[in-house]
């Protein structure tokens, strides 16, 4: 059971593996390649400026899988959160996908930008709702500028959105939880390292992290199957019993939830 002061601020980080029970394949899943080209190859502004369609067939692709995919448990399990701690919540995916959205969150900051948006790659235009394949033989769409519509994705090579609102966030925080994301790619990765030693930090996924040494907690599973676990019997104390343990006899205790394993657990907040 997670439990959370009146005061406590959350920081919620998540990646692709909360989408991979709903479907969508994450980046390590794929091996790093899509169609024998390296996601590099298809997902950076030197790969727009040698080869745009090639770039809007991997996006189309994206596109379409992320269409069929339905928001799953974990999803939920977030948006129920957020519901309860309101602006005391700050979510912040590396995902494109809207499973987030869908699942009922409103307020989740998209720092490698959004799959169902697009924008010109010259004017200021603001970045508009797009859900088209734009597959060969379809041309590139143009802006009415006469520049490239692109996705409105961070590249690889580009600045993340919304750095300064996640740093302000990051630096307000005291619970911070990552799920589902391997912990190599910056800047996500060090955000815990950014925090740790003044927050309580929580990883969820089926494997450790790379940066698995600087969470205090780490449930190994499913978010899908973990989550709805940590969350449901969610238990928000008053300040003075912040850290207290409100587990009901029948409740599981940590490492004997279905679907998880505690492998390593330090006292709340101390490092
Ligand atoms: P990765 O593909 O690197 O890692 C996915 C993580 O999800 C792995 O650690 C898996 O163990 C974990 N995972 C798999 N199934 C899971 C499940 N059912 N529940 C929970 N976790 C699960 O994805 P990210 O860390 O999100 O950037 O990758 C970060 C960035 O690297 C992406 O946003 C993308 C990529 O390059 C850009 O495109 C800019």
């Known amino acids: 059971m ?6 406590d601020r959350v920081f919620i980080l998540t990646g692709a593996g909360l989408s991979a029970d709903s479907g969508i ?6 091996g790093g390649l899509w169609r024998n080209h390296r996601i590099e190859e298809v997902a950076s502004p030197l790969a727009w400026h040698r080869d745009p369609q090639l770039v809007w067939e991997f996006y189309s692709m994206r596109r379409r899988v992320a269409s069929a995919a339905k928001p799953n448990p974990a999803h939920f399990a977030l948006a129920k959160l957020e519901s309860v701690l309101q602006d005391r919540l700050f979510g912040c995916t590396q995902n494109v996908d809207n499973l987030h959205e869908r699942a ?7 720092m490698h930008g959004q799959l169902f948006k697009s924008r010109c790659d010259t004017c200021s ?3 508009f709702d797009d859900t088209n394949l734009w597959e060969p033989p ?3 769409p143009r802006c009415q500028c006469g520049g490239r519509i692109r996705p409105h994705i961070c590249w690889f090579g580009e600045v993340p959105f919304g750095l300064d609102r996640i740093n302000r ?22 955000f815990v390292a950014q925090v740790s030693g003044r927050a309580r930090t929580i990883y969820v996924g089926p494997e450790n992290p790379a940066n698995a040494s600087s969470f205090t907690e780490c449930y190994l599973g499913k978010a899908g199957e973990v989550l709805p676990n940590l969350f449901g019997s969610f238990v928000e104390t008053g300040s003075e019993a912040a850290g207290s343990d409100k587990r009901s006899p029948s409740d599981p ?10 492998v390593h657990k330090n006292d709340f907040g101390i490092k």
Request: net charge positive; aromatic share 4%.
């Open 2 to 7: 997670l439990t959370v002061s009146s005061t």
């Open 25 to 30: 394949p994450t980046f390590r899943g794929l």
């Open 104 to 110: 009922g969150s409103r307020t989740v900051l998209h």
């Open 125 to 127: 235009r603001p970045p």
């Open 138 to 140: 379809a041309e590139v």
């Open 169 to 190: 966030a990051l630096d307000q925080c005291t619970l911070f939880i990552a799920i589902g994301t391997s912990g190599v790619v910056e800047p996500a990765a060090s």
């Open 253 to 262: 205790v940590p490492g004997n939830r279905p679907g998880s394993q505690v």
